[in-house]
């Protein structure tokens, strides 16, 4: 018969830190969800209070300037001594033209480098390419603004001669430069998530490659693809440096992208540096432009979430 070994006997103080151990664990795991909770708590309040700030002041402007003018508006003329005119038609499009050219520049081009990424590119390429493309997200904006003003805008004046130093084409061109790594990076995800059988099935079918990428892949990551653009198209609608920097200062309620413009971020760029004081109704003008830039980026979003929910595929 064999006789059992007695188990090792613990010392007191392994017997202690034990102990210790394991009431700091459970410390720990009663803390961390607080800790966790406030850290939630104060993204949502810090959104609200940036909401809210928003609304108040705008609604002190509206005490002064009528909702009508502002919103129907064709002049934007917040300096003029004599009669200050608010209609914020001129800086909405303005922005809007700056994020067209944007996007005519940006979804091709991000798009078509998705689908390489994805289809034809090999690995190591692919490694090496998203890499270098996504570097572009990280560049400071006032860089963008400072090539789009100093390089950009003299080649295009060779191009088109009446083209103004500062113009909507430029900043348009760069923006949508900027956008691109977003579109490209969003896009090659959502085809990559796309299953293989659906590549092989269609190629034992005859079809080539390319067409495997515009009617299988394309299609099936429409979502991914989708929510990247209006994502993207909201990034450049909130874009500040690159339009103050190169797009001008003069509001103009007219389609012509080769004269000066002005958007909603490079009016409150103005105003914020010193050129109103503290309490005029210039000053609450910029809540009034910077809350309807907040709606503009709103709905882009929600449009952005419904597309990805609307439009989702489930493999």
């Known amino acids: 018969m064999v006789m059992k070994q007695p188990a090792e006997k613990l010392s007191v103080q392994e017997l202690i830190a034990q102990s210790r151990s394991k009431r700091s664990k459970k410390v720990v795991e009663k803390i961390m969800p607080i800790l966790l909770f406030i850290t939630a708590l104060i993204s949502v309040l810090t959104t609200f209070g940036i909401v809210f700030t928003l609304i108040f002041e705008t609604i002190e402007f509206f005490t002064k300037v009528s909702v009508i003018d502002f919103l129907f508006g064709t002049e934007w003329l917040p300096f003029s001594g004599k009669e200050p005119m608010y209609g914020i038609l001129p800086l909405i499009l303005g922005t809007l033209k700056v994020t067209f050219i944007a996007v005519l520049v940006a979804v ?11 289809e034809y590119a090999s690995d190591r390429t692919r490694r090496l390419i998203k890499p270098v493309l996504e570097v572009l997200a990280g560049i400071p904006t006032i860089v963008y ?91 450049a609608i909130g874009e500040t440096m690159i339009v103050s920097l190169a797009g001008g200062a003069t509001p103009k309620f007219d389609f012509n992208v080769t ?51 609307r439009f989702r595929e489930e493999y």
Do not use: C, W
Not at 111 to 116: C, K, L, V
Not at 281 to 287: F, K, L, N, P, Q
């Open 145 to 235: 603004g400072f090539f789009a003003l100093t390089f950009v805008t003299p080649v295009l004046q060779e191009i088109i001669p009446g083209l103004k130093i500062f113009n909507a084409l430029s900043p348009g061109i760069v923006v949508g430069i900027m956008i691109l790594p977003m579109i490209a990076s969003l896009s090659e995800d959502a085809m990559t998530s796309v299953p293989n059988a659906m590549r092989e099935g269609a190629l034992a079918l005859g079809s080539t490659k390319l067409e495997v990428a515009i009617k299988i892949v394309l299609p099936a990551a429409l979502s991914g693809i989708l929510a990247s653009v209006v994502l993207a198209v909201s990034r």
């Open 108 to 118: 091709p081009l991000g798009i078509a480098a998705a689908i390489f990424l994805s």
């Open 259 to 309: 004269d000066s413009i002005q958007t909603m971020t490079a009016y409150i760029v103005q105003v914020s540096t010193g050129d109103a004081g503290y309490g005029t109704t210039i000053y609450y003008s910029i809540y009034s432009v910077g809350f309807t830039l907040f709606l503009f980026t709103l709905l882009m979003n929600l449009l952005a979430h419904f597309i990805s929910k």
